[in-house]
Structure formats: C-alpha cells, structure tokens
C-alpha cells in the first residue's frame, strides 16, 4: 500500500460527569487525512483544506506532523510520510481537532508500514499530540477517537482505556457557535481548589452514569448526566450556552452540556427524530442569543478512526 | 404478629473510590433487634446488650429508639413499641452501627404494622437515624443496611438508591482495631478544599470500579479500588492502617481501604480461603503495631436487614 486515507472522527470530552476521563465519538463530522509514502525519508505536509487554513504546514509545528515524526524516529521506516490533511472539524471548538489530526495522521501512516503497531501503542503517539496542542496529554478526545464509542481513560500512565456501553439508538447533537474561547479564562475558572460537597455530588452522577450505561437504563442517565462541578463554573464564558441547554432539555435531551471546554455544545437523545427536534430548538436558541452555528445530528462512532482506501 | 426480630448488617461505606456515595453490607456481623407490640402506646427500650452497654435506654436519645418515636408519630399505631437491642457491631467502628441501630428498629416495627411501609419510605426515617448520630443524613451506610449489596446512593433529595452487582465469590475482610477515632479530626482533615487533579482521579478510580463490576473485571476492579482523595488525608489519623493495608494487598487483596471513616479496614477477597489468609496476615500486621483488634471474613450481604422470627 502506498497510500491510505483515514476519517477520524469528532470528539466530545468530559461528557457533563467525566472531566478529563470520558469522551466518545461522533459519525457525523470528522477530519480525513491522507498519507502516501515518499521515496525521501521525513515528514511533509502537502496540503491542509477544509475548516481550519490557517494551520501551519511545517510538520514540526503542526500536530499532524509532530506525531508522525516522533513515529518515524521511533520506526525507521525506509521511506517518507506525505499528508493531506482535510478538516472537518472547526478549529477550537471543543470537538476534538487536535485528536482528529494526531490520530487520523497515526492510522494512517500505521497502515503504511511493513509492521503496524497496535493501536494501544499509537495511543501514546496521540497523546503526545495532545500534550504538544495543549501543553497536557489528556487522553480524553483521543480515546474515542482511536478506539471508538465512549470511553473512559483511567490511567494515563500506564495507559488504560475502558469502553463504556452505549444504550441502542442513542444519537448526539453537537452545536458549534461560532466564536472563540479564551481557552486561558476556561482554564482558569478551574484553578481553585473544590468543595468536597460538590464532588460527592458529582461522583454520584458520574457513577449513576456509568451504571445507567452498563444497564441501558435511559432516565438514570438522564438525571445522572449533569455536570454540578465545572460547567457552573465555565458556562459564564460561553455565551448562548444556557439557552441552548434550556432548549435541549426542554425538547426532551437526555441530557446537555459542554463539549469539551467548549465552545460547542452537545446533547444526548435517543432516536435521530428526536435529536433533529433538539437540534433545531437549540440552533434557534443561539440564533435567538444574536450567535451563529453550526450543528450536526450524529450516532455515535463505535469503530474509532478508520481506513476510507 | 406481636414480636418481630431482626438482623441488621454491619456495612462499610465510602469503599475507597465513592465516599459518601458508596456502601456494601455484611453477612458476618450485625445488630439484632427485637421489637414486641405493648398495649401501651409509645416507644421504650427494655434492654440493650451485646458490645455497646453504654447506649442511652431514654428512647428519645437513642438512633433506635428516635426513628421509632418518628414512626409512630406518623402511622399512629393503636400500640406501643418495646425494643430490644442485642449490639453485634462495635460502637465507634466505622461499621455502620447506627444505621443497623435505626435500620433493625424500623424494619422490626414495621413488620408488626398492619400496613407496612416500603423499604424506600422506611429509608427516609432511617436517614432520620443518621443525622441524629451524625450530624447530616448521609446514605452510604442505611442504604446498603436496608437493601444488601453493594448500593449507590446517587441523590438524598429526591432518595435514589442504585444497586451495583457484586462480583461472585468476593469476599470481605474486615478489621476493627481497638481505639476510638477522634471524628472531629477526622471530618476537620476532609474541610479544606481539594484540587481538581486529585478529583480527576479518583473519578476514573470511581469509574473504572463500577464498570468493573458490571463486568465481573477483578483485574480492573483491582487497579480501581484505589483512594487517592480521602484515604492520604485520613490514614494517619489511623494507627495501624498502613501496616495492615501492606499486609492485605501484598497477600493477594483485590483492595484495602478504610471502612467508613474508621477506624475500621476493610478488604476484598476472591474466595472465603483467600479472604481467610489475608486476615490472618492484617491481624498479624495490627498486632505487630502494639494493637488488638476484632476481625471478621465475611460475604456480601445480599437481602439487607431481615426478618430472624
């Protein structure tokens, strides 16, 4: 094979209960890259299209690219990476770009060698992605994005990645408004010690969430999928937030939160109806707030990045 | 029916990763209470035996004695109430002792009611009980006093109580070492509050141990049953703990933590034998530090407090 294509998809991190452990992944909206073997050995970007032009297309400055030239260093390959990058996910959205770009280049350029690694060991290649995008490696886009589903990271070091069952027919929306985050303020907002009283009672929702998984049981999830620890503290710095959730549950979401540390939105419902009808109340909802958008309505990607060619 | 006794298990809350959330019963050790109709109405204790003499037989000072004063104040009954408590549990153990004081009370009381109460309507009187013990109604000892197993109480308000599957063949150890803990350093050590990074992980602990054992994973339940929050600020408050905690795990515990808030330590096993042997070597490592203790294998109690006649 000379070449492969790979679409990896979008993610949502912490998942109203999981801060910094849960994510999972969405069919809808994703990056697809490209990589082809080069006769020079290194690593080039040849091109970057899509949502997100301005980034840059020196691999070592570039996410997609530092990953594969850690990768090479480490394997030696007797040939070059040539990447096209096109992204579908918007740039600091919350959606998980950064781990769309580092993952999708891995599997890609897996695909090309004589002996692929496993993708528990091209994790620890994304995560350093992660750690060069964000200054930290969390693991919590990537996962969903490398293995697909919901999962929870539960150790980073050593590396232990669980998936979590999705109840059938559970389908996301996901709404992008369109401004940015000063991802400064986003961070600090969490730089405070916390009550202990508030993390027992996130704990009980995170738990309930997880048993609500396991057993399929849908109003368990709903009232256990709120986030009493760091959307309270985040939501003042995304404007239309609340009135989007508002909308989402008042339509009938399971439940709805931040995605990521946002900007964008998203929300649980089961059956693609009725996540069609939340979307279109919280589009109207931002729109309302003097903001536009973008949304998709999405199932939830069980396989992870993947080869398209 | 004129006379109805009870058991009412010993439990162990917090259970390293869901403090105050968290709680499993005990078959080995409990309370027994017996409550027998009097012609009179009203509650009066007639006798309290067994390890705890020093309880106060005025019905109104006593856990037991008040959640019945409550009960009757609500169901009028055209009778009276006479307790008798046989304590099994050690008073000031961490072993849930006044859970099974107003738990066993209210379960006996009810089943001489014509109509008898829900074990859900039962549960609110009981997080009555603890809250004149305690100070505040917590519900990670009642709810697994009243229902077995091993339970999460994910709200107060409204009460939800879910039950999390045990594992087959597990088993406990526990250990009460013969002194009494200072609680008001122990609840002091839990005032400050905490940053997030501890919180981050001990919610993947939280998770990866429920989502072990919805999957009968030992393994993963062993790496998660871990308490990177509660336990450093308490342990040294414990004499004794570290050493029996080395003893358990490195006799082949699937974890060892503190029972409550002490000073009591429990342990899980796989299988009665191997819950056996690591007893025997936390009893050792007790002794060893200068203490005595009582100690106890026991299975997870199933059925909650029952009905003994």
Known sequence: MDQATVFAPATCANVAVGFDILGFALNAVGDTLSVRKTKEP????????????????????????????????????????????????????????????????????????????????????????????????????????????????????????????????????????????DTRLSRAVLKKDLPLTEFVAQSANLAGFIAGCFTQDIPLISRSLKDVLIEPRRASLLPGFFPAKEAALSSGAIGCSISGSGPSIFAWAKGRRKAEEIREKMVSAIIQEGLTCDSWVSGINLDGAHLLS
């Open 42 to 181: 290194g690593v080039r970007i040849k091109e970057i299209t899509g949502t997100s032009e301005i980034l840059p297309l020196d691999p070592a400055l570039n996410v997609s690219g530092a990953v594969l030239l850690r990768l090479s260093e480490d394997v030696t390959p007797d040939f070059g990476f040539e990447l096209s990058i096109h992204k579908g996910i918007p740039l600091g959205s919350g959606m998980g770009g950064s781990a769309a770009s580092s993952v999708g280049a891995l599997v890609a350029a897996n695909a090309l060698l004589e002996e692929p690694l496993s993708r528990n060991e091209l994790l620890s290649y994304a995560l350093l992605g992660e750690k060069i995008a964000s200054g930290s490696p969390h693991g919590d886009n990537v996962t969903p994005c490398l293995f697909g589903g919901l999962t929870l990271t539960r150790s980073l070091d050593p590396i232990e990645v669980i998936r979590i069952p999705v109840p059938d027919d559970i389908f996301a929306v996901i709404l992008h408004p369109h401004y940015r985050l």
